[in-house]
């Protein structure tokens, strides 16, 4: 676990997220959540409940009507859309519902993007750890095909190593496996968990599946795009 007197890995502070219009819609309200690192956080609700808005305003792609995102104790709406960006390339790795790899790269590509836009790493290490990501993910004879020649929990795969290309500590799924099938799912679900108990990673996963969201760490319940319930399911002593 991580050193108590260390900033919270992610902290939202009063958070509210309002779309203006004829009649103004809240998509989240008054959010106070803090998330230290080295745990695997289930976000839960109904649909239309708020999840996915809470999920983007925590990974930077939102910005809070007002409140406040901090990332590493670092106050992120008063960055430039520059610093911000560097913030999700360095810090944050995402994984979709839908996997948005670009069918016209190859799978070994598709993982090398993130690292082409941080642009820390020369072309032969990055194809190397990208090399390495997928064979540890049991895709290491399928480095050379594309999006379309694997199934979809292979894609899925593919997008858990894009999210983990720059080495972020937070990985942010929204609804990691609510487009495969059973065995897919625990298979991607086996592989976020092993994120946070072998490799230290925070994950914060937006689920509809409440089996699924009872075998992570934490559960936060949201209704009408404020936070109803806050329970651990497996204590930081045991995690």
């Known amino acids: 676990m991580s050193d108590a007197n260390a900033a919270p890995l992610i902290e939202a502070r009063k958070v ?8 103004p819609t809240t998509l989240v309200h008054d959010i106070d959540l803090v998330v ?47 610093e911000r960006a560097r913030t999700r390339l360095e810090t944050l790795g995402f994984v979709f519902q839908f996997h948005f790899l670009l ?39 399928h480095i050379a095909k594309h999006p379309d020649q694997l199934s979809g929990g292979q894609r899925q795969r593919v997008a858990v190593a894009r999210a983990l290309a720059n080495d972020p500590p937070l990985i942010l799924a929204d609804e990691p496996t ?7 799912s625990q298979q991607v679900f086996t592989i976020l968990r092993e994120l946070v108990d072998v490799f230290g990673k925070t994950v914060i996963a937006v689920t509809h599946d409440l089996p699924l969201a009872t075998r992570m760490d934490r559960r936060v ?19």
Do not use: H
């Open 16 to 23: 509210t997220r309002v779309l203006s219009g004829v009649v």
């Open 36 to 82: 230290p690192a080295n745990e695997f956080l289930a976000i839960t609700g109904a649909s239309g409940s708020g999840k996915s808005s809470l999920l983007y305003l925590l990974g930077l792609l939102d910005l809070p009507t007002s409140g406040e995102v901090l990332i590493c104790g670092r106050a992120t709406t008063t960055m430039s859309e520059e």
């Open 103 to 141: 069918p016209e790269f190859s799978v070994q590509e598709n993982v090398m993007l993130p690292m082409q836009a941080l642009g820390k790493l020369t072309a032969d290490a990055m194809r190397k750890r990208a090399n390495e990501l997928l064979g540890a993910l049991g895709l290491g004879d």
């Open 178 to 184: 609510g487009s495969l099938d059973s065995k897919s």
């Open 221 to 239: 319940e949201l209704m009408d795009g404020a936070i109803v319930g806050d329970e651990w399911i497996r204590a930081p002593a045991e995690a």
